[in-house]
Nanobody, 130 residues
């Protein structure tokens, strides 16, 4: 398991922006996928964005065009730039990672936005008020 530490959550007005960060200092995988999902208490998680080591990204329809996922391999940090925030974006946001055996396996299995990650961080709260 890789330790993941999220930060950047805050309370903002509708239409505002936030950038979430996820540090993975112990990351030593060569082939992997990282992503963000969000969850409200008592509700099913919603996968919102993923990025893999081939540079492929995928987004949930609910955030497409507003959120941008990026990965800094040197700093071992994942980011989520969130623009045009809406009250319905309010949730706890979690960073997650999945290791793949090799590039061929990654291309075969892929990593869509709704990937069911197991290894995740503790989350960072985002609250958007109208």
């Amino acid at each position: 398991q890789v330790e993941l530490v999220e930060s950047g959550g805050d309370s903002v007005q509708s239409g505002g922006s936030l950038r979430l960060s996820c540090a993975a200092p112990g990351l030593a995988y060569r082939t992997y996928c990282m992503g963000w999902f969000r969850q409200l208490p008592g509700q099913v998680r919603e996968g919102i964005a993923t990025i893999d080591t081939d540079g492929n990204t995928d987004y949930a329809d609910s955030v497409k065009g507003r959120f941008t996922i990026s990965l800094d391999n040197t700093r071992k940090t994942l980011y989520l730039q969130m623009d045009s925030l809406k009250p319905e974006d309010t949730a706890m946001y979690y960073c997650a990672i999945e290791q793949f055996g090799d590039a061929s396996t990654l291309r075969l299995l892929k990593c869509p936005a709704n990937y069911r990650f197991v290894n995740r961080g503790r989350g960072t709260q985002v609250t958007v008020s109208s």
